[in-house]
């Protein structure tokens, strides 16, 4: 049984979630937004041969990888991988929020590319079996380069220190209270399916 003090604790905690995320709605929309456009042009856009053969190299490597894993240790790469990709979303963001915007390009354009390639080798079915980790996988990046963002943006206030220091010690409980257990969820998600499915 939680004490009173750990129930204020938790409800405060909360708050200062939401309102934070709230607070930063402009930044993740403005991921999000530039997240779906890469993946459009990733999908539609021809792809330079270059940059095509480090994508397929990037794939290989990932195969290769993840070849004959458990299911935990598949699940464990993935969340590893997800979550190396928000902590330095949101730690890295600290440099005008370059990072954050490195991040979202690379692997919105990727995840349009992979998706083209599936609807040419494969059908619709194996695409739809990327649809349920997205769930919980895509918003969880898309916040933590968010607040990457606005952590870089904290130059352009009036009291910059401080303010870095107050949006800095929001995301990384965001981070951990939030991000972190939705990336987990989707790696088991991801991890099972891909298991079941093989």
Same mark, same amino acid.
């Given at each position: 049984?939680?004490t ?19 607070e $930063? ?6 991921i ?5 456009y890469l ?9 330079p ?17 993840t ?14 991988n997800?979550?190396?990709? $928000?902590?330095?979303?949101?730690i ?17 354009y990727?995840l ?16 739809w079996r ?5 769930i ?7 916040? $933590? ?19 870095f220091l107050?949006?800095f010690l ?7 209270f939030?991000?972190?257990p939705?990336l ?6 991801e991890g ?7």
């Open positions: 049984m939680k009173k003090t750990e129930k204020k604790s938790a409800k405060i905690l909360r708050l200062e979630i939401v309102t934070y995320l709230k $930063s709605k402009n930044y993740i929309l403005f999000f937004v530039l997240f779906l993946l459009i042009a990733g999908l539609i856009l021809p792809t041969a270059v940059l095509e053969e480090i994508i397929k190299n990037l794939l290989r490597e990932i195969i290769e990888k070849s004959g894993l458990t299911t935990f240790e598949l699940i464990f790469f993935i969340f590893k997800n979550a190396f990709i $928000s902590i330095l979303g949101i890295l963001g600290a440099f005008l929020g370059i990072v954050p915007l490195i991040l979202t390009i690379s692997n919105g990727v349009g590319y992979v998706i083209k390639l599936v609807l040419k080798n494969s059908s619709l079915y194996h695409l990327l649809f349920p980790h997205g919980f996988e895509l918003p969880a990046v898309i916040i $933590s380069l968010g607040l990457g963002l606005k952590l870089g943006a904290s130059l352009f206030t009036a009291n910059p220190e401080k303010e107050r949006r929001l995301s990384i409980k965001i981070l951990l939030l991000i972190i939705l987990l969820i989707a790696a088991m998600i099972i399916l891909i298991k079941i499915l093989a």
